[in-house]
């Protein structure tokens, strides 16, 4: 059982940038695939970025690639993404997960799942 507590978010303008944190607890996180979702008022929950389980493969959106960076650090436990350049269409709440897969794009893949956490960018 794992548990994800997400922090970070928050009201920037356009062009700022935000890092965003996932912390899990239990003691096997390097067993898993990480993930970052983000789902916008009206719109489908939609993956980001993903990372493996020692973090020497990612993988992003074409929406954000270039401008966001996905990390992790297996001694904290913790999972991060830089976010760059943001737009106001990256408005939406931001989720990590934790998936046993080696690897997943896919949301229902994901075991579990953290509250989310708000990130606004104004124009």
């Known amino acids: 059982q794992v548990q994800l507590v997400e922090s970070g978010g928050g009201l920037v303008q356009a062009g700022d940038s935000l890092r965003l944190s996932c912390t899990a607890s239990g003691r096997t996180f390097s067993s898993y695939a990480m993930g970052w979702f983000r789902q916008a008022p009206g719109k489908e929950r939609e993956f980001i970025a993903g990372?493996?389980?020692?973090?020497?493969?990612?993988f992003y959106a074409d929406s954000v690639k270039g401008r966001f960076t996905i990390s992790r650090d297996n001694a904290k436990n913790t999972v991060y993404l830089q976010m760059n350049s943001l737009k106001p269409e990256d408005t939406a709440v931001y989720y990590c997960?934790?998936?046993?897969?080696?690897?997943?794009?896919?949301?229902?893949?994901?075991?579990?799942w953290g509250q989310g956490t708000q990130v606004t960018v104004s124009s």
């Open positions: 990372i493996t389980r020692i973090g020497s493969s990612t």
């Open positions: 997960a934790s998936s046993v897969r080696v690897f997943s794009m896919r949301d229902y893949e994901y075991d579990y």
